[in-house]
Antibody
């Protein structure tokens, strides 16, 4: 069964750092493109980042230079390191498999709240 | 950036009736070299993550009921639910992937039962 389980969210002060994890079962992370998408409370979806099979990474402009996507092939896990967090980064963060630039399946998400 | 605009923001439809959701892109998402529209639709039920319904503007993802259909080309697209069921209550999003890897989503359309 394919499953993606995010963890690592929580309450963090502005300027702080957090690392999100996405543990994957049912397929191999290293053989796929993987992505992060976020959803602010009550708002729509916003693409955040993608990592290609070969390791190339891309980011949305609002997070460029602050967030880093990576993976650990031995743990079949995707990560999102988030630094210099801002109030506007508050959202549920989803990981998803990227297939020809569409996203499926998605995890259940982890909530990140940036507040003082 | 390509901006995706959905309409309406919400709609209420009786069970068994048709629901129509529109999505307009600020520039064409039709890739001329292969004549494919780089447009997908997602369903997000309450408290759930999104689920891919349609890609290529009109191709249903495996397992998606045939009451869901997508149409359109270039800049104007439509998602139609031919006969609304209770389990279709959700927010629906369009997404363009013409500018991949930079993806953009529409603002969402909430579908409720009248």
């Amino acid at each position: 069964e394919v499953q993606l389980v995010e963890s690592g969210g929580g309450l963090i002060q502005p300027g702080g750092s957090l690392r999100l994890s996405c543990a994957v079962s049912g397929f191999t992370v290293s053989s796929n493109y993987m992505s992060w998408v976020r959803q602010a409370p009550g708002k729509g979806l916003e693409w955040v980042s993608v990592i290609y099979r070969a390791g190339s990474t891309y980011y949305a402009d609002p997070v460029q230079g602050r967030f880093t996507i990576s993976r650990d092939d031995s743990k079949n896990t995707l990560y999102l390191q988030m630094n210099s967090l801002r109030v506007e980064d508050t959202a549920v963060y989803y990981c998803a498999r990227w297939i020809q630039s569409t996203l499926e399946p998605w995890g259940q998400g982890t909530l990140v709240t940036v507040s003082s | 950036d390509i901006v995706m605009t959905q309409s309406p923001d919400s709609l209420a439809v009786s069970l068994g009736e048709r629901a129509t959701i529109n999505c307009k892109s600020s520039q064409s998402v039709l890739y001329s070299s292969n004549d494919k529209n780089y447009l997908a639709w997602y369903q997000q039920r309450p408290g759930q993550p999104p689920k891919l319904l349609i890609y290529g503007a009109s191709t249903r993802e495996s397992g998606v009921p045939d009451r869901f259909s997508g149409s359109g080309s270039g800049t104007d697209f439509t998602l139609t639910i031919s006969s609304l069921q209770a389990e279709d209550v959700a927010v629906y999003y369009c997404q363009q992937y013409y500018t991949t890897p930079a993806l953009t989503f529409g603002g969402g359309t909430k579908v409720e039962i009248k």
